[in-house]
């Protein structure tokens, strides 16, 4: 298997625009969780999902973030409209089973400007 | 709610030298535990996990973490460090029942002098 696989790797847009982060999740593994890094605030729980459903959500930041997890093998999360303070990387990881490590992807680095 | 504390932000160690990162964490049953490294630009990666048994847990790299209940602890060590040890470390623990997400401690960034 290829991992979890995210993309863009980087993304630089401009305020106010949508911007969609995407993520493939290992085949088989029933959890996905969105993760948002920075320096001030590390590593933060946006929200994650179980067999496609989402779970828990408490971590989104406001409105203008939202998750879908269509089918087991992809997830997006949409920031409409971005701002500049959503610059970070944002991380997918997925595992199969409530008590397994979680696989973690690349990272998506979004710069808003 | 679950929670984690990695007291420290920075280290510095010099090559060969034996490293213990520190993580507490907060949670009202038996947690799972984890331990993850993040070299520049990359994601995590998983070093060891405790969820049972043995407290003393071997992990990849050369590296080992002991769970200690009574001080609510799981550290990470390694008797001799390597340059390419570098890298941020992640303590995580994980809900073994409801929710069961997990929890990330903010990090200690390890630097290793030549």
């Known amino acids: 298997d290829a991992g979890v696989i995210q993309s863009p790797r980087h993304e630089v847009t401009e305020m106010g625009q949508e911007v969609t982060l995407r993520c493939k999740p290992i085949?088989?593994?029933?959890?996905l969780f969105w993760y948002r890094q920075t320096m001030m605030r590390g590593l933060e729980l946006l929200i994650y999902f179980n067999n496609n459903v989402p779970i828990d959500d408490s971590g989104m930041p406001e409105d203008r973030f939202s998750a879908k997890m269509p089918n087991a093998s992809f997830s997006t999360l949409k920031i409409q409209p971005s701002e500049p303070r959503d610059s970070a990387v944002y991380f997918c990881?997925?595992?199969?089973?409530?008590?397994?490590?979680?696989?973690f992807g690349q990272g998506t680095r979004l710069t808003v400007v | 709610a679950q929670s984690v504390t990695q007291p420290d932000i920075h280290i510095t160690v010099s090559e060969g030298a034996s490293l213990e990162l520190r993580c507490n964490y907060s949670?009202?049953?038996?947690?799972?535990l984890f331990w993850y490294v993040q070299s520049p630009g990359q994601g995590l990666q998983l070093l060891l996990k405790?969820?049972?048994?043995?407290?003393l847990v071997q992990g990849i790299k050369g590296f080992e973490a002991e769970f200690k209940r009574s001080q609510s602890s799981f550290n990470l060590r390694k008797p001799s460090v390597h340059w390419s040890d570098a890298a941020e470390y992640f303590c995580?623990?994980?809900?073994?029942?409801?929710?069961?997400?997990?929890?990330f401690g903010t990090g200690t960034r390890l630097k290793v002098l030549a």
């Open positions: 949670y009202g049953a038996t947690p799972y």
């Open positions: 085949s088989g593994h029933d959890y």
């Open positions: 990881a997925s595992r199969g089973g409530a008590f397994a490590e979680a696989f």
């Open positions: 995580a623990v994980g809900e073994a029942s409801g929710t069961y997400k997990y929890i």
């Open positions: 405790y969820f049972s048994g043995d407290t």
